[in-house]
Structure formats: C-alpha cells, structure tokens
C-alpha cells in the first residue's frame, strides 16, 4: 500500500508531535511530504523516517537546509522534496541549499531539562555504577566484563560476532547493532579489540548518538597507537583515557592483586563529574587489588618491548620447538611449560600488534637477534679449542717440548742429545727419524735433554 492510500488520521495516529517553538510541526511537515518524493517510499514507515530526519535537525538546532548536505534527501524546498546528487543540488529554488557546507555531526546532548538521564544522576552524583559499553567482547573483553557486573556496574556488550550467549551468562546485555549501543548513552565506552582491527572500529562507531563528555578507554596492549587515534577521531569534548592490565585471562585468572594496572590520563573535562567518573572506573581495578602505575602512554611502550614483546617472542619461539613434558621435569623448565601455555593462548594478532605497532619492538629484536649470535659465536669459539686440542694433542705428546738451538745447525746434519753417547751406532741414531727435514737437521722425538749435537748424514 502506498503512502497516499494510508489514512492521514492513521498516520497522525502513529505519529503526533510538536517540536521547539518557531518550527513546523509534525502535520505542517506532513503537507510538504505529500509530493512527488514521497510517492516513492513503499511504506509508511519510509515516510516516518523522513519525517524524523526533520525533527532529528530541529532538535541539533540546524538548519534545514543543512541536512540536504549530509543526506540523500532534500529538505530545502517548500513545494516539493527532490533529491541531491553528490554536493550539486536539484532544488528549485537556489540559495536555499547550502551543499557547499560541510556538516559534520559529532555528538547530541541528551542532557535536557525532562531527561530522565539528567535527573537521575542530580540525584545522586555521586553514585558509583557506571554504564560500561564493551566493544569487543572476545576473551579478554569477557574477562574484564566480570570484574564490572561482580562490582554492580551495569555492562553492555558489541562485537562483530554474535556473543549473546557469553554477555547473558556474565551478566551483561548484548547489542549486535552499534547504533542501538549508542543510544543507550554509557558512560564509558571500553575499546578492547584487537591492535589491529583498533582504528577501523572506532570510526564505524556511531559517536554522534552518544552524549557529550563521553569518556573513551582503551585497553590495548600498545599505548601511544591507541591514544593518537582518540585524539585524531574523537571531538574535544569527549574523554580520553588510555589504560593497560599487565595481566590477562591466564595470568589474571586466580586473583588480580598485585598485578600492575598503567593508565594515563590522556584528556579529562575540568567538570568534577567527569574527574570523578574517571577515577570510579580506575577504582575497579584497584578495588579487585591491583598495583595502580600511571605513566605516560610513550613510556609504556619502551618498557613493554623490553618485557611483554619479549616475553612472547620467547613463548612463541619454544612453542615452535614443540616442548613437552617429561617425567623428570625441573621447576625452570616447568616455568618455561607455562609461558609457553601463556603466549600460546593469546591470538597471533596480539603479537603481530605488539611489534607493528610499538616502534621500540624492531630494536629489541634486532637486540634479541644479535644476543643470539653472539651466545653461538661464544658456544662455537670453546668448542674449537677443544677440538683443536683433540685433533694436535698426539702430534704435541710425540713432539715433546720444544727446545730453541742456540745456533742453526749446517745443512746435512741433524741435532741428536748430547746425552747420547758415541758408542752408539749411527744407524740406531737414523732410525728415530721418520723422514729427513726440509733443512737438512731434525730433533730426535724421544729424547727430553736440552744439549744437542749434530750429526752428519
């Protein structure tokens, strides 16, 4: 059925509203609807839908005839409602289209004097549940998602896969839609996807619904990344906080106390509501007993690639050397069984992460690569000398000690111990020679006696 067969009592039936003083109301817009565009709409809930674009504007307090600029439909003339094509509009009537303009929509405050939002944080402003949105909800956003309902936090879940069984099991409810995340206005919104995926989902993220102040958390195992990222897309009026558990569902799973806990104030409202809202979620950590360390976003970075980035290198490394248990296990090789199950467990895209996007993870593997060269250049280098000595210790036990002649001797004779006597024959004397030397003398290898004598041969 078509938009012009449906009753206009029915419509206003469904829809009856005025907005701010000074602009059509909802019946006026309706006049201006039923022209040439809306004969198009199949439905009456495309109609509607139009219908709010216009409230939607009224209540940013924008123009009309901004919106044409940002959507396909045209608001701009009184006697028809034609469509725009790219930034070149079709109206009639010219000058009232400002195509020209860029608009962009940050955020919408919902804070106004009938919102039940507004007056139910007057009341108590200093309550500390917070509303937590999740977005990634993977192992590691599961993980921390307990800790928030086990603290009486009210939590909120999206993720590109469907895991609405795993939100309902810890108690927390699951929106496959992030516009309707959105419009739930949290008032943390956690980014806890992998590095890499990071900036792709914050800007398909609807920032425009959500109210103003805003505070945005990462937990991200990189930290300057993150915190360029909110800086660039976020508005100024959003909160940024940049933080990091040093533990994760493995390591973290028995108790949390203890654990370091980095965080870095990034950008924080002047408001004491917002300070206050900040320091409730840092809270939760330190509630559950962890080791609060705040440090700058660069810092973390230099230390992490000389502690966390290497400590999955070498886990991933044993991993490939396939390590198994044995029946005489020792404690340090127990220790290397668990980093091994620890790094194991972690997806390859955290680590890719950890050395794309920590600019102090190439020089530690250039590091970790020449400590390694020169572990084996000092294995190899004790291990010539032994076989060296294997190889020249019968030639060296033959040879004896080497004795320096005081003159050298003439050619055709060769030095014989003046130990031995001349009652020797001169046969007894050749036959310790294997072969005669190149310069006409040799030493007798039996003989340990430091006077010689030459003898002709």
Same mark, same amino acid.
């Given at each position: 059925?078509?938009?012009?067969?449906?009753?206009?009592?029915?419509?206003?039936?469904?829809?009856?509203?005025?907005?701010?003083?000074?602009?059509?109301?909802?019946?006026?817009?309706?006049?201006?609807?039923?022209?040439?565009?809306?004969? !198009?709409?199949?439905?009456?809930?495309?109609?509607?839908?139009?219908?709010?674009?216009?409230?939607?504007?009224?209540?940013?307090?924008?123009?009309?005839?901004?919106?044409?600029?940002? !959507?396909?439909?045209?608001?701009?003339?009184?006697?028809?409602?034609?469509?725009?094509?790219?930034?070149q509009s079709t109206c009639g009537r010219p000058g009232r289209c400002r195509t020209d303009r860029h608009l962009r929509i940050r955020a919408i405050d919902a804070a106004q004097h009938n919102d039940s939002e507004l007056q139910i944080s007057n009341i108590s402003p200093n309550s500390r549940q917070l509303k937590i949105a999740v977005l990634g909800f993977g192992n590691f956003g599961q993980f921390l998602a307990k800790a928030f309902v086990r603290q009486g936090h009210s939590v909120m879940a999206h993720s590109r896969s469907d895991h609405s069984l795993a939100a309902q099991s810890v108690g927390a409810s699951f929106f496959s839609d992030p516009h309707d995340l959105c419009e739930q206005h949290p008032d943390v919104i956690l980014l806890c996807t992998s590095i890499i995926s990071a900036e792709a989902v914050l800007r398909s993220l609807p920032i425009?619904?959500?109210?103003?102040?805003?505070?945005?958390?990462?937990?991200?195992?990189?930290?300057?990344?993150?915190?360029?990222?909110?800086?660039?897309?976020?508005?100024?009026?959003?909160?940024?906080?940049?933080?990091?558990?040093?533990?994760?569902?493995?390591?973290?799973?028995?108790?949390?106390?203890?654990?370091?806990?980095?965080?870095d104030k990034v950008r924080i409202g002047e408001e004491e509501s917002r300070s206050l809202r900040a320091e409730r979620f840092l809270d939760i950590f330190a509630r559950e007993g962890c080791r609060m360390v705040e440090m700058s976003c660069a810092e973390h970075d230099r230390h992490a690639a000389g502690s966390q980035f290497i400590t999955h290198t070498m886990g991933r490394v044993l991993e490939k050397l396939g390590l198994e248990a044995t029946p005489i296990n020792t404690k340090g090789y127990e220790t290397l069984l668990d980093l091994v199950k620890n790094t194991a467990s972690d997806s390859f895209d955290l680590y890719y992460g950890l050395f794309m996007y920590n600019k102090n993870a190439m020089e530690q593997m250039e590091r970790l690569d020449f400590a390694f060269e020169s572990l084996k250049k000092e294995l190899f280098g004790h291990l010539h000398d032994k076989l060296r000595k294997q190889l020249f210790r019968k030639a060296e036990e033959e040879t004896g000690e080497r004795v320096v002649l005081s003159k050298l001797p003439?050619?055709?004779?060769?030095?014989?111990?003046? !130990?031995?006597?001349?009652?020797?024959?001169?046969?007894?004397?050749? !036959?310790?020679?294997?072969?005669l030397p190149k310069n006409g003398y040799a030493l007798p290898s039996s003989s340990s006696s430091s006077s010689y004598e030459l003898v002709r041969t």
């Open positions: 059925m078509s938009c012009e067969d449906l009753p206009r009592d029915k419509i206003h039936q469904r829809r009856r509203f005025k907005v701010t003083s000074g602009v059509r109301t909802a019946e006026q817009t309706w006049g201006l609807a039923r022209s040439a565009s809306l004969r !198009s709409l199949c439905s009456v809930d495309a109609a509607l839908q139009k219908l709010d674009l216009i409230v939607y504007a009224r209540k940013l307090r924008l123009s009309v005839s901004s919106v044409c600029a940002r !959507s396909s439909l045209c608001l701009c003339s009184d006697s028809q409602i034609s469509r725009c094509k790219g930034n425009q619904r959500l109210r103003r102040s805003t505070l945005f958390v990462d937990v991200l195992s990189v930290k300057e990344f993150p915190k360029n990222i909110f800086l660039q897309f976020l508005p100024h009026h959003f909160d940024v906080l940049c933080t990091y558990p040093m533990f994760g569902p493995e390591s973290g799973k028995g108790s949390w106390r203890g654990l370091p806990f980095v965080f003439k050619n055709g004779f060769y030095a014989l111990p003046s !130990s031995m006597g001349k009652t020797e024959e001169t046969g007894e004397r050749a !036959s310790r020679l294997s072969k």
